[in-house]
């Protein structure tokens, strides 16, 4: 195979594991070559300081020897080790397929929100050859084996309509998704989650995207009021000169952890258990207008033809009528902030219906086909 297969490692202290899993892959016809990420300490122990700077200089001086070529990136590491290697995957393009092999010393939806990056838990220690580390080893040569056999793995052609979703508003994006394939337009879905985020962010801003539609812009309370989340400065601004079509689906929630887990002061309010994992309370009055005045700055300052459709019925599946947090009030809050804060250059459609219901998926077509036809105008 003529895929070049590229091993970020600490050769100081895992050469055996390394030396094994080039063996699993030479079984396979795989041929890979090592990149040392060792901090070469020559033994000393450093600060915190010193050794996080460490870090990041061996992270810089790897990037730089990493051929624009590769095919296949791999990491193998610990705490130290795997941090190392995990933040020189992050840097690569996302077309690369990468593959980090690793204890998991760190809660991953933050570290690869943004990253094609495969993770592949270790289970044991990397720490000396065993049964456990050697079955792990011999699954990830397999698995990079089969990445070996991909070809065209350049950027997409044909870019698609970039669109955010929940749980709470899939009501909406699978029938959007659904319309938009009707009419030749490929669509490219992403987990507004506060993580999902991220990544769309990522790929507006290298030109994937020929439009988009943020049905589900929830992640600006996440944001600016509370919930996990990381670190998303382009979430709204990114691909800035694109049409955009924006709704309020899910921005009538807080998106937090377990019921068990929620504070009291949030439990006193109208929620319900999405699911084991997450809860969904709902906003105040002053928490909407918040978040309102918040989306209206973000959209003044992009370049792009916009426009805004805001489905009085309901922004998401359990704001309606008989919904654990059905309100009306929060809506008006939403609809007039808007309309006090935007610019004329974004056009505000208000509709007498839900988020779910097809008038809005055939607006939100007959929108975004306008705005596309204006941005083409010369």
Not at 14 to 34: I, N, P, R
Not at 309 to 334: C, K, W, Y
Request: proline share 5%; hydrophobic share 45%.
């Amino acid at each position: 195979m003529a895929t070049q297969v590229l091993i970020l490692a600490t050769l100081e202290t895992k050469e055996d594991e390394v030396g094994f899993l080039m063996q699993e892959l030479d079984k396979l016809g795989v041929a890979a070559h090592t990149l040392d990420i060792s901090l070469a300490t020559g033994g000393s122990i450093l600060n915190g300081d010193q050794k996080r700077h460490a870090m990041e200089a061996v992270v810089v001086a790897s990037l730089g020897q990493i051929d624009a070529d590769v095919g296949v990136v791999i990491g193998l590491g610990g705490g130290t080790g795997g941090e190392i290697a995990l933040n020189i995957l992050r840097a690569l393009p996302l077309h690369i397929p990468k593959v980090l092999v690793t204890t998991l010393p760190f809660d991953p939806r933050a570290a690869v929100a943004d990253s094609s990056i495969t993770l592949v838990p270790t289970l044991a220690d990397i720490c000396g050859l065993n049964s456990v580390l050697r079955d792990v080893l011999e699954n990830t040569a397999l698995m990079v084996a089969g990445l070996c056999r991909k070809s065209g793995a350049g950027r997409r052609q044909n870019p698609a309509v970039g669109i955010t979703a929940l749980g709470a508003t899939d009501g909406a994006v699978l029938p959007l998704v659904q319309a938009l394939a009707c009419n030749g337009r490929e669509s490219a879905v992403f987990h507004s989650n506060g993580y999902g985020g991220a990544a769309f962010s990522r790929f507006a801003a290298r030109g994937d995207f020929e439009a988009i539609v943020d049905v589900t812009p929830h992640e600006i309370t996440r944001v600016h009021l509370a919930g996990a989340h990381v670190e998303m400065p382009l979430r709204f601004s990114a691909g800035a000169d694109l049409p955009r079509v924006v709704l309020p689906g899910a921005m009538n929630f807080l998106g937090l952890g377990a019921l068990s887990e929620v504070p009291d002061h949030y439990r006193d309010r109208p929620h319900y258990a999405h699911s084991g994992f997450f809860t969904h309370v709902q906003l105040t009055e002053d928490e909407m207008q918040l978040v309102a005045t918040r989306l209206a700055d973000t959209l003044n300052a992009v370049s792009g033809p916009t426009a805004v459709i805001i489905p009085m019925g309901g922004f998401s599946h359990q704001d309606r009528p008989g919904g654990a947090i059905e309100n009306q009030t929060l809506r008006d809050v939403l609809r007039v902030t808007l309309h006090d804060q935007l610019t004329e250059k974004t056009v505000i459609r208000t509709l007498d219906a839900h988020l779910f219901d097809p008038v809005v998926t055939q607006e939100i077509i007959t929108t975004l086909d306008h705005l596309t036809d204006q941005k083409d105008l010369p």
